[in-house]
């Protein structure tokens, strides 16, 4: 159908595109035809002009001969004035005779009288014709032959040209001239030999344009006027070439014109072709292409016409030859689909059966008398049947299923039931059940192939099962920390900060609405800190989680509140996201904020204590062992003088024993409260007991204090000395260190104590520190170190010792 | 010729005995007692003792303080310190304010006679243990 038209209208366009050519090569070959004619043309008006041109010139060379033979005869003879006048006139009438329209032949004498003349002339006086001429031969002894313009003859009336020569007299000088004139008639019987066509014309003027002479004569053709001067004449003759070819168009035709000037006379010739005579030929041949040509377009429309009938009756006939084609296509793809999706069925039925994936298992429905179904036989099961199933396949097919699994009909699915209802109804089915016999989930495909059978394709997903249940199961205990109590969650963009989640517990917190939180709010928003938050984020970039024990939140009432967080990092959707778990301890803080009172005072009340058992030790017990002692000795020197023997010895024993209690009570009293920090501040304190500590320990202790260092507050120094003591013991019990350094400076208002072993250090955050006296004895130290208004800090490191700073700025 | 002596201590039983132990010995005469430092002051005034036998630690005025000041009034009357405390601060501050000698409690049977003797023999005296106790701790 289609390629019918096409080929229609190709050959449309194929006649078109011809006709068009021919057309197109038509003109081309005219146009080309008709620049050679114009080219012949001028060709042919060259040769004219230059034919025309010899012609005359050869004419004007005659009469110059027989001049020249006459100046030669004047010139060798001189001797004229002795010749017979009338023989020199015979002379002179035999040279006219033989000259081409030669009208006389005269000699003039050097004042232009004519002395001789031929004997034909008549008698028109004695002077020359013409003086011009005459003038140049006599002025100019090397002047040649002069050809006048043209002169009016005043005895023929005729007009002629005058063509002179000069002779020398006998002394040399000038001695006249001889000339003879030219009618210009002869010159139109010379153009007249020439074929310029029926149109054409040759035209001789003077070197003034004046027309001389035309062939054909001036008013004997329509149309051709020789009187107007050409406009292209005077620019040419003032340009001062001597011949030219040009085309002009006048009296209706175009023409080529030749012009010639002529070398020997002051004429020009023009030959001017028409283009009526020189195109004749080119229009013929234009008449007969173009009658070519139409035959050549009709023939083809004519053509065209018939093979465009032909072609669409060819059309009709194979339009119904396609239709059968395109339908027995049609059929013939069909088929091969179908063979195809039969093969491919097959294909997928096969891998399908062979795939060890799914167990596929082929049955026929058996029904009761009522056509219920109440059991079904396994016709084939395939290898991964046994596999899945678990039972081996000799032993399924062939058999009821209620012979292979007893009970099947009373189990909690209705499995016959639901493979009877595609088997005898048609369609399929699809759904998971918990197999009890095999104690498996199992997703069920079935259906049915042809009527009372079905085929069920079951894939084993009890782990898929196991797995939701687990995820089911994670999600629950997920959704169980989410909803909790207690810790806020909050969820948001660690790029932007932008809030996506939050659970109810952070909104209770907050006071926000959760809307007012999702719709575009900021995390650090929620911060009384805003750039310790911030810095939080980039440490969870680095670590991916942390821990902060204290931070300060805003709520949406403004009130600042502490919390404890924990954060971490992780994926989410593609984007990068951080969960803090936000715990509101305000009542904690609380509860620590009194502690540390109750700690505190427990500190003010236990140096209180200490203050007054030091007293009590030596106010009373140590002067009391002092005077036990004096009166011990007293006793021992009267006894001396009366006894002697065991009771002194047991006397000097009671002495010393008294001596060391007093040692004793002096420890006690100097560990429990040193006097010199109340007598000598807190510089001499240290110093004393660094002495003491050095002789209990056997430790190197250097004591870095300035003698003049400054009285402090007394809260300050006995907080500073009792962090010193617990800092030294703490020494002694743990560090394994064999020098201790303490330092007591201040500069401005920074007082700073520092101790420092080169034990074997610790690690800060070890539990254990907590639960011993160790881990006590710090948290005393940082109570003391901020009663007394300064920070305390601890730096360790295993293996390189221990420090502790205490900072007060006053 | 005995030596003339005022005890200064706060503790009434302290004066007592020392009183006993040092008139039991030889050459020894205890002119004056007085509970605190202001009072010894006065004491040494009224009597012009020898020898003053100071404690460290009296009421209202502390023994090195009473030391200075009898020192800087009576050039001639020496002053032994007696004291609980061995620690080089004490010693050196009793030594700074003029103390001739310094003599631990416990040890006061055994040393304050050789103590007063030396020093009204123009010597100071510091004893030995107190000596060795303050070079141990010196380290």
Known sequence: ?810 | MNVRILVVDDHAMIRKVLRRHLEEQEGFQVVGEAGNGVEGVEQVRLLQPDLVLMDVSTPKMDGIEATRRIRYEFPQVKVLILSVYNTSDHLQRAVCAGAGGYVLKELAAEEVGIAIRTIMGGCQFFGAELVDHLQNAEG
């Open chain 1, 1 to 810: 159908m289609i390629s019918i038209y096409r080929y229609r209208s190709l050959i449309v366009f194929g006649f078109a595109f011809c006709n068009l050519m021919v057309i197109v090569l038509a003109w081309h070959f005219l146009q080309e035809s008709r620049a050679q004619h114009e080219q012949y043309a001028e060709v042919v008006s060259q040769n004219l002009g230059k034919a025309i041109d010899e012609s005359i010139s050869a004419a004007i060379d005659k009469v110059d001969l027989s001049l020249r033979a006459l100046v030669d005869e004047l010139e060798e003879k001189p001797a004229w004035d002795g010749r017979d006048k009338d023989q020199i006139e015979a002379l002179l009438a035999s040279y006219q005779r033989r000259l081409p329209g030669g009208e006389l032949l005269e000699v003039t004498d050097r004042q232009c009288r004519v002395i001789y003349r031929s004997s034909s002339t008549g008698t028109r006086g004695s002077d020359c014709l013409g003086r011009d001429h005459f003038q140049v031969l006599r002025d100019h002894p090397d002047a040649g032959l002069q050809v006048s313009t043209p002169l009016v003859d005043p005895i023929s009336r005729h007009q002629v040209l005058v063509v002179a020569r000069r002779f020398r007299a006998p002394n040399g000088g000038f001695g006249g001239m001889v000339y003879s004139t030219m009618r210009v008639d002869h010159f139109n019987r010379l153009l007249a030999q020439f074929d310029f066509g029926a149109n054409g014309s040759i035209t001789l003027r003077s070197t003034d344009l004046k027309p001389l002479a035309q062939f054909p004569a001036s008013g004997t053709r329509q149309g051709q006027v020789a009187g107007p001067v050409p406009a292209e004449l005077p620019s040419l003759l003032r340009s001062g070439v001597r011949r030219a070819t040009y085309r002009t168009t006048g009296g209706g035709s175009e023409r080529i014109v030749t012009f010639h000037r002529l070398p020997v006379a002051p004429l020009l010739v023009t030959v001017s072709l028409a283009s009526e005579d020189y195109l004749e030929q080119w229009r013929n041949d234009m008449v007969i292409t173009g009658l070519l040509v139409g035959s050549f377009l009709l023939l083809s429309v004519v053509s065209a016409g018939a093979a465009f009938q032909s072609m669409s009756r060819i059309g009709r006939k194979n339009e119904k030859l396609f239709e059968v084609n395109e339908h027995l296509h049609q059929v013939i793809d069909e088929y091969q689909i179908l063979a195809e999706e039969l093969r491919e069925s097959e294909r997928r039925y096969s891998a399908l059966f062979a795939n060890r994936l799914n167990a596929i298992a082929h049955c026929r429905i058996i029904a009761n008398d009522q056509g219920q179904p109440v059991d079904f036989t396994v016709l084939s099961v395939n290898q991964a049947y046994e596999e899945i199933i678990g039972i081996r396949k000799r032993d399924v097919e062939g058999r009821n299923i209620s012979e292979i699994f007893p009970g099947f009909d009373s189990l909690g699915f209705d499995y016959i039931g639901v493979f009877g209802k595609i088997a005898q109804l048609g369609g399929e089915t699809q759904f998971e059940a918990f197999f009890e016999p095999t104690q498996q989930y199992l997703s069920i495909y079935a259906y049915s192939p042809q009527p009372d059978e079905f085929t069920t394709i079951i894939t084993d997903v009890t782990e898929r099962k196991k797995a939701d249940e687990a995820l089911r199961v994670s999600e629950s205990k997920f959704r169980i920390i989410f909803d909790n109590e207690v810790y806020g969650i909050i969820i948001f963009e660690m790029d932007t900060g932008r809030i996506i989640d939050v659970n109810r517990s952070l909104v209770r917190m907050y006071g926000y609405r959760r809307e007012e939180l999702l719709s575009g709010m900021l995390a650090f928003d929620l911060s009384a800190e805003r750039e310790a938050s911030e810095l939080l984020v980039q440490e969870v970039e680095k670590s991916s989680s942390t821990f902060v024990p204290l931070r300060y939140h805003r709520k949406k009432d403004g009130s600042v509140f502490p919390v404890e967080i924990v954060g971490g990092a992780y994926q989410w959707n593609g984007r990068r996201v951080m969960f803090k778990l936000v715990h509101d301890i305000s009542e904690r803080v609380k509860a620590e904020e009194g502690l540390k009172k109750y700690a505190q005072r427990l500190i003010v009340q236990e140096e209180d204590l200490r203050k007054e058992v030091s007293r009590e030790l030596h106010d009373d017990i140590g002067q009391e062992l002092t005077a036990l002692g004096l009166n011990l000795a007293y006793i021992g020197n009267l006894l001396a003088d009366r006894t002697g023997g065991d009771l002194c010895n047991t006397l000097e024993d009671s002495r010393q024993l008294t001596k060391e209690i007093s040692r004793t009570v002096r420890n006690l009293m100097v560990e429990l409260r040193p006097s010199q920090l109340e007598e000598y501040g807190l510089g001499g304190a240290i110093r004393s007991y660094a002495d003491q500590y050095r002789q209990r320990t056997g430790l190197e202790v250097l004591v870095d204090i300035d003698e003049n260092f400054p009285r402090l507050t007394p809260k300050q120094e006995i907080a500073l000395f009792r962090i010193t003591q617990e800092a030294l013991n703490n020494v002694a019990k743990y560090a394994l260190a064999t020098l201790v350094t303490i330092t007591l400076s201040q500069e401005g208002d920074l007082l700073q104590l520092c101790i420092t072993d080169d034990g074997q250090g610790f690690t800060p955050s070890d539990e254990s520190l907590q639960l011993t006296g160790s881990g006590w004895g710090l948290t005393i130290m940082r109570e003391r170190a901020e009663l007394a208004g300064g920070t305390f800090r601890l730096s360790s490191e295993s293996g390189m010792g221990t420090t502790v700073l205490i900072e007060i700025r006053e």
